[in-house]
């Protein structure tokens, strides 16, 4: 029996239904041989970051999330772009773990999924890059127009955009191998 690697999905969209889940759900169906996909739930329940907030006992909330990422392997973010920018929720969550530092040295893979979105993936990366993630060229991705290039089944449509998120997800794989 292979071990699967534990990999933590986190959609930046707070919509129930998004492009980036069914990218996310695409993504699952691909790897289901390699990886364990796990949906994040809860990230808009993440109170805003308060520095003063940020000590030994932290909210409820944070701690859950900050211990859910330690559990995984591999983290996977696939967000939309907001007003040129990252969606003030996963930033919000991501600020919760700079003192923690969870994202440190995790291999991270980022997919940028929205009508454009160079603008919101350059600051999230610059944001990963400054919390120390494993992100990589190979592992980071923006897909502009995702509505015409993945089905509401979670189905990659467009060919192009299907090579590219393979090519992704064989190197988060490695990068995941390579941590371990």
Known sequence: MINKKK???????TRAISSNLHLIKAITDLTKDIFDITLLEGLSTIPHFN????????????????????????????????AMGVPGTLKNAIDWTVSSMEFSKKPVALITAGSMGQKGHQSLLDTL???????TDDTQLIISLVKTKVSAE???T???TLEEVKLLLVAFDKLMSDHI
Do not use: K, M, W
Not at 55 to 79: M, Y
Not at 129 to 135: L, Y
């Open 129 to 135: 890059h400054i919390i120390e993630t494993n992100v």
């Open 154 to 156: 979670g189905v990659i």
């Open 51 to 82: 520095p003063d907030l940020d000590t030994d006992t932290p909210p409820a909330e944070v701690s859950t999330f900050r211990e859910t990422l330690r559990a995984f392997d591999g983290i996977l973010i696939c967000t939309p772009e907001y």
């Open 7 to 13: 990999v933590l999905a986190i959609s930046g969209s």
């Open 158 to 160: 467009n060919p192009q």
